[in-house]
């Protein structure tokens, strides 16, 4: 091992100050943001919040695929020290914006694998939160990350551990982007069965372009096809409460497990006692209750889990699946169930009492088998992925403290 400071290995370049007034729906250009780190050392896409650029601005700052980045502020507890790659894209190209930091490395002393790891490590992370400046939100600068002292091995070494710790979060990149297509997919039957009412009628064929007929109802003040009636968010689904753990530094240390702990937005931690065993769906239900189209926040929960008290947990009732409901809740206008101005609130009463198609019960058995499958398989994967996360955190410290080596 060989000691040394992170400035002998690496140069980072500051991220440029687009204009706001230049943000466009879309464009050639999309702005990588601290949006775009997951928690768990990788790139996350956030198309939700997907900003683009339409003015002119300095070349240096377009990114290519494989630039390693990554944040210069703490935007939540825990990113500083996590890096991602540029990922791949075909009809845009991601471009630094501030707050984010390109890595540019001596690769004749480090490996860009290696590198993206060892910045992970806690002896890093911490050497990290020690020089942060700011109170409400931390940053930091070039010369705080040169300043912090690493051991590294030799570069063949270092290829070596690069490249298995990247294996698994290639496979976990691979499982992401499957996911995101089969919840395009989930989405688009969804649409085309219960939006646009052409589900296959008794003749296979698309209801409503067919010809079939249409009627006013008044509840749901719209048309649906006739024969059909409205209910509401609480004749399909059951809210349980749910509750806070208190998490202080020394609580987290005694409570730590392997059962997820969630909050409105995702896993908060994990601890070592479960509320609730089996299939759920979350909604946000203060705070950040919404997403930039003005629907609710949800989450899939399955298998044991703790949930605190700022998500609503549904369980559907009667016939519905977990995934049909994510889907009938994803439609639901925040605005019309929320309460209060500043701190924002779904009311229980309010959501259950939402108006939606009461869709027949042979057509919800033939939608289910649909996306029953779809969320099956969304599922395997996330929980692939969470068995590879701890795989690759288990030999990252053993792989960079050299107690975990290789044979020749």
Known sequence: MNRCK???????????????????ESSQYR??????FAEGNSFKYNDEKATYYGAEFPSEFILKEGDLIMPMTEQVVGLFGN??????????????NQRVGKVIY?????????????LATNSVKQQIEARASGTR??????????????????????????????????KQICNNKINAEL???????????FLQFDFPDENGKPYKSSGGKMVWNEELKREIPEGWSSTTIGNITNCYDSSRIPLSNADREKRKGNIPYYGATGVMDYVDEAIFDGDYVLMAEDGSVMDDKGNPILQRLTGKAWVNNHAHVLKPSKSHGCKLLMMLLKDVPVMKIKTGSIQMKINQENMNNIAIPEIPEELIYRINLILDDIDSQILHREKENQELASLRDFLLPLLMNGQVGFKN
Request: proline residues 3%; without cysteine.
């Open 6 to 24: 992170l400035g002998s290995l690496l140069k980072i370049q500051h991220g440029y100050a687009f204009k706001s007034e230049n943000y466009v």
């Open 31 to 36: 702005l990588i943001t601290l949006g775009n």
């Open 83 to 96: 890096t991602a790659f540029v990922p791949k894209t075909e009809n845009y190209t991601f471009v630094l």
């Open 106 to 118: 001596d690769e004749k002393k480090v490996n860009k694998y290696y590198l993206h790891y060892l």
């Open 137 to 170: 939100q931390r940053n930091i600068s070039p010369e705080n990350v040169y300043d912090v002292e690493v051991d590294i091995p030799d570069i063949s070494i270092q290829d070596k551990i690069g490249k298995l710790l990247y294996s698994f979060e290639e």
């Open 183 to 193: 919840e395009a997919m989930a989405r688009t039957i969804y649409d085309y069965w």
